[in-house]
């Protein structure tokens, strides 16, 4: 109650930093038996981008994008998908903590915008393909999206492919005093995680017939990820003081079960104008991995932070940090794609096929923020 009123008294009068540095003591270790600790920080994280295989081919004239044929390249897919503002996602982290004499609990969250990022290609008469291995051929072959396709005719066409990704998590720990002397102190951490990722991707494929516009064929591929991660953690966080600055760092690593779940829709259509068609299957969504899948794994966190913090008052904290996250085994969305596909089902090979394929994941960045004690 004495440092709030410190704190709201020194607000209320015109000094100089220097003479409001005079009035504040020094802070000092605690001398109550108990108080509490409320922070919360401003994040500017990076992620990884997720991978996508070859989706989208280009061509000469008179060729159809089929991989391996003198002169196609890849127009899409094949790398890590960029997000629309650089891998950089802003958000926010809030903490709270009760500390006992040699013991504490603390509560810790954080959350990121979420990010949608488009690419685009408006509709253009030279060649587009969606590309494929035939799972009844073993040859990798194509799907004419612009440009003279064998049996369509020329095409004008455009391609949307689509993706989005949020992130956000919390934690709760029970801290134990091991060690302290007069400027520092180490805590043991013992608690749980929980972790949420939800990532999508799409893709949309649309031609016409040329010259006149009229017949139009369409195609939609839809991945929908789901992973929740539950976990126990354990590790350990130090500070140390040097006059009113405080260097404090945190690790921790955790084991649990990451739930994940897929859903996968898809459609084509074709319009013309006596008759209007539609299934419900794209390309890369076929009825082998249509629907909506889920499995629990095993897998594993960690994360490392460290923080400068400057005592403004004997209740307020500045402070300006780094933090990297870790997720061993996470899936994403557009990692699920599967390239050989059949589209004679029922009759054949059963794919394309879900490969529940996941990756190392992590999220890094830095935090600028005001602790308070009372």
Not at 98 to 121: K, N, P
Not at 211 to 218: K, N, V, Y
Not at 222 to 231: D, K, P
């Amino acid at each position: 109650m004495r440092a709030i009123t410190l704190c709201l008294l020194l607000a209320s009068m015109p000094l100089s930093v220097a003479q409001a540095q005079e009035l504040i003591p020094l802070p000092t270790e605690e001398t109550s038996a108990s108080h509490w600790l409320v922070g919360g920080d401003y994040v500017l994280w990076w992620l990884r981008r997720a991978a996508v295989p070859v989706v989208l081919t280009t061509g000469p004239a008179g060729s159809t994008g089929v991989l391996g044929q003198p002169g196609t390249q890849i127009v899409y897919g094949d790398e890590r998908l960029p997000t629309r503002h650089g891998d950089r996602f802003f958000g926010g982290r809030v903490a709270v903590e009760w500390q006992g004499d040699g013991w504490a609990l603390e509560g810790r969250a954080f959350f990121l915008e979420r990010d949608s990022t488009y690419f685009t290609i408006k509709p253009v008469d030279s060649l587009l393909a969606l590309s494929f291995l035939d799972a009844n051929t073993n040859q990798e072959t194509s799907e004419v999206v612009a440009g003279f396709d064998p049996q369509r005719g020329p095409l004008r066409g455009g391609f949307v492919g689509y993706s989005r990704i949020e992130l956000f998590g919390e934690e709760a720990n029970g801290v134990l005093r091991l060690d302290e002397g007069e400027d520092w102190k180490v805590d043991l951490l013992v608690g749980a995680r929980f972790l949420q990722m939800r990532d999508r991707y799409h893709h949309t494929a649309t031609s016409r017939s040329l010259p006149d516009l009229a017949t139009i064929w369409g195609v939609v591929d839809n991945y929908r990820i789901h992973n929740a991660y539950y976990g126990g953690q354990i590790g350990l966080r130090g500070d140390y003081r040097l006059g009113r600055f405080h260097l404090d760092g945190r690790l921790t690593a955790g084991l649990g079960a990451n739930s994940q779940l897929v859903r996968t829709f898809g459609n084509r259509v074709f319009h013309n104008p006596q008759i209007r068609l539609q299934t419900t299957t794209g390309l890369f969504v076929q009825p082998s991995n249509r629907g909506r899948f889920r499995r629990t794994d095993l897998d594993s966190v960690g994360e490392l932070a460290c923080n400068i913090g400057y005592d403004v008052t004997t209740c307020m904290r500045l402070v300006f940090g780094y933090t990297f996250l870790y997720w061993a085994d996470p899936i994403r969305a557009a990692s699920q794609l599967d390239r050989v596909i059949n589209q004679q089902q029922p009759d054949g090979p059963a794919r394309p096929a879900l490969p529940w394929k996941g990756e190392a994941f992590w999220a890094q960045g830095i935090n600028l923020g005001l602790h308070f004690r009372w």
